[in-house]
């Protein structure tokens, strides 16, 4: 469902307007009034981005010093209308060399009712691109003193640009030394029990690419996941030996993806974006790789003694290492003095946290370290039956695994012009939610 605005405001903070567009006739010109009047006013603005006047609908965001507010009629797609308003703010903000407020619209207000009148089409989103828009509206915004000298120039060929599949990606681009730079980047998210036993486990990962080639390339990407092996086998009518294939789910893709051949194929083909760019986001639910176990134990002797002993180890392969491995271990607040030995790294007690804060700076595969600790307590029975045992926190990164055993299987580039290209792959996993209770 289509926004369908019937008008755009741009206020300050005292409810002035600064900007404002009508798109269509089904409401009146006092819209602003009923804005200030019955949320402005009753400052409200807090507490809900969407509200509902008579028969209208008030969508409005803040930025800097600025609330725009879109007014629809009728039913309307309040993700997208918030999405227009993200996008139409970084499209100024290109213009004005960064800076989007009060003193910026006021500075450039003619070319801005030319935007509004170029992103938006009788209430619909158009084009918002700011390298697509930028090749035909090229009259430059009054830039602030502190903001950066503009680094993108228009190009040629526009219409091109503005009806082609390929507006992402402008023509003419040319490197002495084509190379494309793919990371995949996962985030383990883990609740396990004091006894081992999984409760929750999932990893989410996307794929970030930077690609500095020249000409306009057809790039195509292959990876071990199911069903594109599946497919893979079927179109050459025998069995595909590729070792562990995985199970995506939740896939989203950048707009550059081809879904058509996606949907047919079950390969990632695409024309990438020039620079930076994230490719895609998954999330994987069966078969993770963890790359670390707990085993903590803590026994309470009496009311003011502690022992702690955590044991961790890393299941990856013996030739990895984790880099900056963290590992909270809750304490009671009542805590008074710790005596803390590990056989890895540093440990010591953090007051602030509640917790042992124990830092490895490089921690081997297929090894183990441990923890052991004394803490003495203040007898305060209140506060010691009120302690209900935090889980145990980690936090690190592991080059060169992945936990879902995702892996890419070739990356291959076309061009007219037949170059060579250098492709380079990295792996991390990281730690996002990764808890032990204990």
């Known amino acids: ?32 009034d009923a804005f200030r009047l019955h949320i402005m006013q009753t400052k409200e603005l807090g507490t809900c981005p969407v509200r509902q006047i008579g028969g209208c609908s008030f969508f409005y965001m803040r930025i800097s010093n600025v609330y725009i507010v879109i007014v629809v009629s009728s039913n309307a ?27 910026a619209i006021r500075n450039n207000f003619v070319l801005i009712y030319e935007l509004l009148d170029e992103i938006m089409d009788f209430g619909y989103p ?14 430059e915004g009054v830039r602030s003193p502190f903001s950066s000298k503009p680094t993108d120039k ?8 503005v009806t082609g599949a390929v507006g992402w990606r402008r023509e003419g681009l040319a490197y002495k030394k084509n190379e494309v730079f793919l990371d995949i980047v996962e985030s383990v998210n883990l609740l396990m029990s004091s006894k081992g036993s999984v409760l929750r486990c999932d990893v989410t990962g996307k794929i970030l690419m930077k690609c500095f080639l020249s000409g306009m390339p057809d ?8 069903i594109g092996l ?6 050459k009518s025998r069995p595909t030996k590729s070792g562990k294939t995985i199970e995506l789910d939740d896939v989203t893709f950048h707009q550059c993806v081809n879904l058509t051949r996606f949907n047919s194929e079950k390969t990632v083909s695409f024309v990438p974006p020039d620079g930076e760019f994230e490719l895609m986001k998954y999330r994987i639910t069966e078969g993770v790789n963890l790359p670390f176990r707990v085993l903590p134990t803590i026994k309470e002797l009496g009311r003011t003694r502690m022992e702690v002993n955590v044991k961790v180890k890393s299941v990856f392969g013996a030739k990895m290492f984790a880099l900056g491995v963290v590992v909270k271990v809750p304490v009671p607040k009542q805590t008074a003095k710790t005596s803390v030995q590990v056989t890895s790294g540093r440990a010591k007690y953090n007051a602030s946290l509640d917790c042992l804060m124990w830092k490895i700076r490089k921690f081997p595969g297929q090894t183990e370290a441990t923890l052991s600790a004394e803490v003495e307590l203040i007898s305060t029975i209140a506060e010691k039956k009120s302690w209900t045992r935090p889980p145990i926190q980690m936090e690190f990164q592991v080059p060169m695994f992945t936990a879902s055993g995702l892996r890419v299987r070739f990356l291959k580039v076309w061009e007219k012009s037949g170059y060579n290209t250098v492709e380079w792959v990295r792996y991390i996993t990281k730690a996002g939610s990764y808890e032990i209770r204990c």
């Open 1 to 32: 469902m289509p926004v369908a605005a019937s008008a755009i405001y741009f206020l300050n903070l005292r409810g002035d307007v600064l900007i404002n567009r009508l798109y269509r006739d089904d409401v009146g010109g006092n819209m602003v």
């Open 77 to 103: 797609n309040v993700a997208c209308a918030f999405k227009f308003v993200v996008e139409a703010v970084n499209l100024f903000k290109s213009y004005f060399g960064g800076a989007f407020d009060e003193d």
């Open 126 to 139: 158009q084009n918002l691109s700011p390298e697509i828009l930028k090749l035909y509206i090229t009259q």
């Open 154 to 161: 228009p190009v040629p060929n526009a219409t091109l640009q």
């Open 219 to 226: 790039l195509k990407l292959g990876l071990n996941d199911k």
């Open 230 to 235: 599946e497919k893979e086998s079927e179109i």
